[in-house]
Structures are given as C-alpha cells and as structure tokens.
C-alpha cells in the first residue's frame, strides 16, 4: 500500500519532527502493539491503564490515560490509513468501523522515515479543524508532552 501524500498546513497542525536512534521497527512496534503503549505514551508521571489496538482502517486505537491524582481519561478513535513502518493515521472524530464521535478533537498522522544507521526521521502531526483547536492543543502542551512521550518511546524501544 502506498502512503497518500500529505503536507501539514501550519495555521492548523502542530508537528513534532526528530531524528531518533531507534531502527523503524522498533518504533513501529511501540505504537502498534498494545503491550508496548504503557510503556512510554504519556508523559510520566501519568500512566497508561488500558489500551487496545484493532491495527486495521477503521479498527480501533482505545487508551485510558491515568492522571497522578489516579482520574482516568478515556481516548477511543479510529484507524484511517496503517502503511506498516511509514504511516498510522488516526482520529477521534470517527469510533471504530467510522463511527461518527459526538466530540471530536484531532486527528494524527505518525511518519517514519528508515534512515542510514538504523535511525529513524519521526514525525508525528496533530491535525485539527481550525486554528483555536490547534492553539489550544498547543497551550495544553503538545510540544512539551508529546516531546517527553517520544523521549520515553525511545528510551523504551532500546531496551525492546
């Protein structure tokens, strides 16, 4: 399958771009296997205590967030497009088998990029509907959230 070409437009989508020491694999992997999401997707010291992965166009990516204060955040969405190793596209707006949501917030985009040394180019993208949905997903913290869980992906997949 091949990737439909896509370019972030930035008065609407929030990107976080790094260049990582972790082989394409190992990446992929931690985002598409439920047993691996725990491990590094939300920033510490929140945690991860349920999630679920049906890894197929309009199967299910389901996770609860847990704050420190022990709240429970659930966050269901749906599959769109899954070119394994290169792209996952997912969004909130749509329940499993494209459902339309009652709220919806974003919708994401996961790049990979092999590079030479078994490194990887990391993109992932949070695409909102308009520019106040963006500046608040900013003023909430993407950069600095998303930017740990990736920092804990990496830590995590070295030791996969």
């Known amino acids: 399958m091949t990737a439909t ?14 260049e ?8 992929w992997a931690a985002w598409t296997q439920a047993e691996h999401i725990p491990h590094w997707f939300t920033p510490a010291p929140w945690t991860v205590s ?8 309009g199967g ?18 749906c599959y769109l497009e899954v070119v394994p190793c290169q792209r996952l596209v997912w969004t ?16 994401a985009m996961l790049l990979l990029d092999e590079l030479p040394g078994g490194r990887t180019r990391y993109r992932a993208v949070a695409i909102h509907r308009d520019e106040a949905g963006r ?9 600095q959230g998303w ?3 990736l920092d804990q992906l990496v830590a995590y997949a070295k030791r996969m």
């Not at 070409?5 to 790094?18: F, N, Q, S």
């Not at 349920?50 to 166009?57: G, K, S, T, V």
């Not at 909130?92 to 919708?107: H, Q, V």
Request: net charge negative.
């Open 5 to 18: 070409p896509w370019t972030p437009d930035p008065k609407l989508d929030l990107v976080l771009e790094r």
């Open 20 to 27: 990582i020491d972790v082989p394409r694999e190992l990446v």
């Open 50 to 57: 349920h999630c679920e992965i049906d890894l197929r166009p």
């Open 60 to 77: 299910m990516f389901s996770t609860t967030m847990r704050s420190p204060e022990g709240q429970d955040y659930p966050n269901i969405g």
């Open 92 to 107: 909130d707006a749509l329940l499993p088998g494209y459902r339309p949501a009652a709220e919806p917030f974003m919708s």
């Open 135 to 143: 500046q608040r997903h900013e003023e909430m913290g993407f950069h």
């Open 147 to 149: 930017g740990t869980a």
